[in-house]
């Protein structure tokens, strides 16, 4: 049986091993990137010149600058090797001289490019094989890698890119890196430092470079790489929580193990073993064995034991739980996957019988401890090491004894009709049908069905008939069988029954941690998972449950079940919070709570609580619920942690994302601003200071420019303001205002910019949406700007009612949209490619936030009528629009008195 | 467009747009006395009298609507006051409090122009408000004491609701008038919420007034402010 409370013991070796090895080996760093021109080799230069500065000796192996002046200026003053120069077909190809390298063994090398192939006739075909070598050499290594290297992301990689990446590395070789630093630059920086020309294209020269660098793709593969890093993350956290299982750091001397049991003695060697592994300065684990096929501790030794254990823990034991048939052979088993040293075990305090019997613990132990030293301590009192067996709980009460006494008394009665027709020997086998039957319901029952067969059946059919008194002293054989029979049967049904109950809770305990483990696996969301973790609890243990993680003024507070807690309660949640342990009732740590509250770990740090309380009144949950409830705090620990690393990837996603809006703001507004202002300055100051070499109409023109630069400055400043409103969140006063109206105010507005371009209106009157008045005119006005700036007249405006939604068209007949482009132009910044009309290229942004906070939509395409775009909002109709109270159609005269 | 003792009381912060407006407005031949606050602006207003007050909203001491509130306690001058646009509920309450008309910036000289001009010829009482007089505005005309609405020559038939709504832009025409102006004079004061109604009958108005009832060249509409007729 796995135990899931503690490590596996074949991952922790493995684990001890990865350690040695990684002591052993020098150190390997990635600078990891998502694509060319990220700037991994210029962060290597970087921190190796800090490393430089700091004394460490530090030598470039081979580092590809490119030709980049920036880049070739960090060289200066760290040493470089020569390159061992391959004459391949005329072509000269330099590469990291490796040999040279391990002669000179610095401390750390710089090796550009992990995935670059080396010329033919190298040692070796890659340059990750050189770094391996290096690395075995004990040199420590710095490197670049690009995420399409990887081997196992090639695949995808191509599908994303259409390139065929011919140069991969094993991703064993970036699991081998100790450190990876993932270099991080925002896909519009790095085609902007494309087309400066400062990025270096090797292998996919001119249309596969084109393909390769595609903003989309640039996206695609820099979320694989931080993907890749944050699964690595994330897997070093688990790693750590399985090594965390075991006391750290690993110690190289003694260990100690002490078998605890739940007898009142085994608080005695607790604390023996404790002294010895402060002594001998040792960690050391308490473990406890539940037999398998033993019947259950009573209430009362189970709670001795969770009293032993607690103790234990307290006393900076390390508790295990373990279960095994032999208790000896699971504690040899456990103790020599640990590296324990000494075992320390109770003497045995009860008579020498029961050790002939079922064979001693203490004997077994020795015999098999092999190197493993056993101390055994005196318990003050009566009792032995674990576990101490009580008496079989099976078959309690009296209804179990009513059946076989009937069973009996019906055979007996059998018996007595049908004697004449009967051997004594069929009796007594029907006794012993009866007697079989009996055993199933236990010892006790199994017990009384023997006695009382043997008396009914020596009384009622043994000669001399109807007296106690044996004629033949075989009969004393058959009396002996009958016992015999019974016993045997009813302990063995005991052990079945004990086997079968310990798999079927097994199996409870295994659905119920993978209908847990399924629930949470795929779920990035706290509250979702903390749901989950106290519906798990509370269906599991039969309590109420909450989960507690801290908010963000630093308190603790419950999201999921159970709630509000009690001052008190927060109280004991809190201190299982700050100090990783388990705290509360049944616990030594404030005892006295209602509560029992258990820490939510993930890695080094606690994440959360989760707290349990009984139904009626609180009580201690037995070893096989406080398993289940670790098991379930582990695993809810781990999905919270999981879900804070998601979540802090997402907020940092997010900050590059406004970073990148900001630097693409900054710089459409300063072009955007800066024009017209330049243009009226320029104006204005030839106005006033050159006025008199100025014909009439240069003045009227320069005046004209003036004022066009002066508009052209506002639009700009109205849909920044506009993108400011919309994406801070917008309170709309919506009303119900006739389609007309709205088309007419834009229109009216826009009188200048039309001029006499020609529109076409089709709106029907009686048309009306609940909207914003005005930001819904802004939203208009917009589109239709946008018709006269990129289209061509004749601009037509068409509203209609399609079902519960009202559909507003404005097509043009100019060239229409760049294909795939018709969902782009509602990007912030957008400009359509080779357009020289003004603007941020913000308008349709804002009509696209105008548009969704009315609950609609605006959608771009191109007609299909021939040339143009056509424009298309979508407003939901949501109830009607009030009406009006009537009045008489016409004007009277008598009645009108304004 | 101003008598030669026309005084306009500018109250505006923004050194810049005072220089404007100054040179602009006495270019036109009227006299300007600047203020930097309410305060100032109240003090100006009191001590001038002038014909015309220009009020930014927006001032370091308080807010204009406030002095529009204050002046029309004991002042009938007209105010039209300047603000940004975006700021509609802003322009809405100083039209409600009393102002007259109203700037959004920035504007060019033509529209402050116009502005002033509608505004003075209101304050002196010949813009054609008097009850029972035949107004004109473009090619709309109405016979106020007749009942009768013609546009360019042709008849139109109006409702009562929409005849009292014309007679009221055209009384105050080239000058905005809130929706709660509107909905006041015609509905009566339980009905100033009902923006609603205005609009639909608005729009009626629009179909028997204008040529093109989806680009109006007279009944404007002032988005989320109210309607304005444009005068000739």
Redesign the interface.
């Known amino acids: 049986m796995t135990d899931d409370a503690r490590p596996d013991p074949d991952a922790l070796l493995a684990r001890i091993q990865a350690e040695e090895q990684r002591e052993a080996r020098a150190k390997l760093k990635v600078f990891f990137g998502a694509s060319p021109g990220v700037g991994k080799t210029f962060a290597m230069l970087e921190s190796a010149r800090r490393l430089k500065a700091d004394g460490v000796d530090v030598v470039v192996g081979c580092v590809e600058t490119h030709g980049r002046e920036d880049t070739a200026a960090l060289l200066d003053g760290l040493e470089v090797m020569p390159r061992r120069v391959v004459d391949y077909r005329g072509v000269k190809l330099p590469e990291l001289d490796l040999e040279a390298a391990l002669r000179r063994r610095p401390e750390v090398l710089l090796v550009d490019e992990l995935a670059h192939t080396n010329a033919p006739g190298s040692r070796h075909p890659k340059r990750w094989h050189d770094v391996m070598e290096l690395l075995e050499a004990g040199i420590e290594i710095h490197s670049t890698l690009n995420v399409q290297h990887l081997e196992s992301l090639g695949d995808v990689v191509q599908q994303i890119t259409g390139v065929k990446v011919r140069e991969t590395v094993p991703d064993m070789v970036l699991e081998r890196a100790d450190e990876i630093e993932l270099i991080d630059l925002p896909p519009e920086e790095l085609l902007e430092r494309l087309a400066d020309g400062k990025v270096y294209l090797a292998e996919q020269a001119g249309r596969a470079a084109q393909n390769f660098f595609q903003r989309g793709n640039l996206l695609a593969l820099r979320e694989l790489a931080l993907r890749r890093v944050a699964a690595r993350v994330d897997s070093e956290m688990l790693a750590y929580r399985s090594q965390h299982g075991i006391s750290s750091p690993w110690p190289a001397g003694e260990r100690i193990l002490v078998c605890v049991g739940a007898s009142p003695g085994s608080e005695r060697l607790v604390r023996a073993a404790r002294r010895m592994a402060e002594g001998l300065h040792a960690p050391w684990v308490a473990a406890y064995v539940d037999p398998i096929g033993q019947p259950p501790l009573g209430d009362k030794d189970r709670d001795r034991l969770e009293a032993n254990l607690r103790l234990a823990e307290s006393l900076g034991a390390d508790v295990v739980r373990l279960s095994g048939r032999r208790i000896a052979e699971t504690l040899l088993a456990y103790a020599r996957t640990q590296n324990i040293s000494r075992i320390v075990a109770g003497k045995p305090t009860h008579a020498r019988w029961r050790d002939r019997l079922r064979g001693s613990l203490l004997d077994e132990l020795i015999r098999g401890s092999g190197q493993i030293d056993i101390h055994v301590i005196s318990p003050i009192e009566r009792g032995g090491p674990p576990p101490a067996a009580t008496g079989p709980v099976e078959g309690a009460g009296p209804w179990p004894y009513t059946w076989p006494v009937a069973a009996v008394a019906v055979i007996t009665g059998l018996g007595l009709v049908a004697y004449d027709y009967l051997t004594q020997a069929d009796i007594a086998m029907l006794y012993l049908i009866g007697i079989m039957l009996a055993s199933l319901a236990g010892r006790g029952p199994a017990l009384v069905a023997s006695s009382l067969s043997v008396l009914a059946f020596d009384f009622c059919f043994v000669p001399p008939r109807f007296t106690f008194a044996i004629s033949d002293v075989r009969y004393l054989i058959t009396f002996a069988v009958m016992f015999g029979a019974g016993l045997a049967i009813s302990t063995l049904t005991v052990r079945l029954r004990h086997q079968e109950r310990s798999a079927v809770q097994r199996e409870r305990r295994t659905a119920a941690l993978l209908a847990f483990t399924r629930d949470v696996a795929d779920s990035d969301d706290l509250d979702a998972i903390a749901v989950a973790t106290a519906r798990h609890v509370e269906d599991s243990l039969g309590v109420a449950a909450a989960v507690l993680v801290p908010d963000d003024d630093g308190g603790l507070g419950s999201i999921a079940g159970l709630a509000p807690l009690a001052a008190q309660e927060i109280a004991v949640a809190r201190w299982a919070f700050e100090h990783a342990a388990t705290a509360g009732h049944g616990t030594e740590t404030l005892p006295g709570a209602r509560i029992l509250a258990v820490p939510l770990e993930a890695g080094d740090r606690v994440v959360g609580v989760v707290a349990i309380q009984g139904h009626q009144e609180p009580r201690i949950l037995d070893p096989e619920q406080r398993h289940v409830l670790d098991a379930f705090a582990r695993q809810a620990g781990l999905a919270i942690g999981r879900a804070r690393l998601d979540t802090e990837a997402r907020e940092s996603a997010l900050r590059a994302r406004t970073e990148e809006l900001r630097s693409s703001l900054l710089s459409a507004v300063s072009h955007d601003l800066r024009t017209p202002l330049a243009v009226i300055t320029g104006a204005a100051t030839t106005l006033r200071d050159d006025s008199a070499g100025l014909g009439a109409a240069a003045r009227a023109e320069l005046l004209d420019t003036i ?1 066009e630069e ?1 508009r052209r400055l ?1 639009r700009v400043l ?1 849909n920044l ?1 506009g993108i400011t ?1 919309v994406e801070t969140g917008i309170e709309l006063s919506r ?4 389609v ?2 709205l ?3 834009a ?3 826009l009188e200048t910019v039309i001029g006499d371009r020609a ?1 076409e ?1 089709d ?1 029907p ?1 009686d048309l ?1 949406v609940a909207v914003d ?2 930001l819904f ?1 802004q939203l208009l006005l917009n589109l239709v700007e946008n018709a006269v700036k990129h289209g061509a007249p004749p601009i037509t ?1 068409r509203a209609r009612r399609r079902d519960r939604a009202v559909e507003i068209e404005i097509a043009d007949r100019g060239p229409g949209l760049p294909v795939g482009a018709e969902q782009q132009v509602f990007d912030k910044f957008y400009r359509a490619p080779g357009t020289r009309a003004p603007g941020v290229g913000l308008g349709l942004a804002v009509c696209r936030g105008i548009a969704a906070a009315h609950g609609g939509d605006v959608v771009a395409e191109n007609r299909t009528d021939g040339p143009g775009a056509v424009f298309r909002v979508t407003i939901p109709l949501v109830g009607a ?2 009406a ?2 009537p ?7 008598a ?2 008195s ?1 | 467009m101003s008598d030669p003792l026309d005084v306009v009381v500018v109250v505006e912060d923004e050194p810049q747009m005072r220089r404007f407006l100054r040179a602009t407005l006495s270019g036109h031949g009227f006299r300007v006395i600047e203020a930097g606050t309410v305060a100032d602006g109240e003090r100006a207003v009191a001590q001038t009298p002038p014909s015309l007050v220009l009020l930014d909203l927006g001032l370091p001491d308080g807010d204009g609507i406030e002095l529009v509130r204050r002046l029309r306690e004991w002042s009938r001058v007209p105010v039209i006051v300047i603000s940004a ?2 700021r ?1 509920d802003d322009k809405v309450a100083a039209l409600d409090a009393g102002a007259d008309d109203y700037l959004t910036k ?1 504007f ?1 000289v033509g529209e402050l122009a116009a502005r002033i001009r509608v505004a003075l010829r209101h304050a002196r009482g010949d813009g054609g408000a008097a009850a029972g007089a035949v107004i004109e505005a473009g090619p709309i005309r109405v016979d ?1 004491a ?2 009768e609405v013609a546009v360019d020559g042709a008849a139109v ?8 709504l014309l ?2 832009l055209a009384q105050n025409a080239g000058k905005v008038l809130t929706h709660r102006q509107l909905l006041r004079d015609v509905w009566g004061p339980n009905a100033v919420e ?4 205005l ?5 009626a108005l ?2 028997k007034i204008e040529k ?5 060249q007279w009944l ?2 002032e ?2 402010v109210g309607y304005r007729l444009r005068d000739a």
Request: proline letters at 16%; hydrophobic letters at 35%.
């Open positions: 004022v002066a506002e109205a303001l409103r009303e119900w205002v006739p007309e109206e088309v007419g105010g229109l009216t507005r529109v209106i709106v009157g009306a008045p005005v005119e405006v629009p009030p009006p109270p009045e008489p159609a016409e004007l009277a005269a009645e009108a304004p | 646009r975006g509609e920035p060019g106020q007749r009942h038939k109006l409702t009562p609701i929409e005849f009292r007679v009221l009902h923006t609603h109604y609009r639909v009958h608005m729009a629009r179909r093109d009832p989806a680009r109006p404007v509409t988005p989320g």
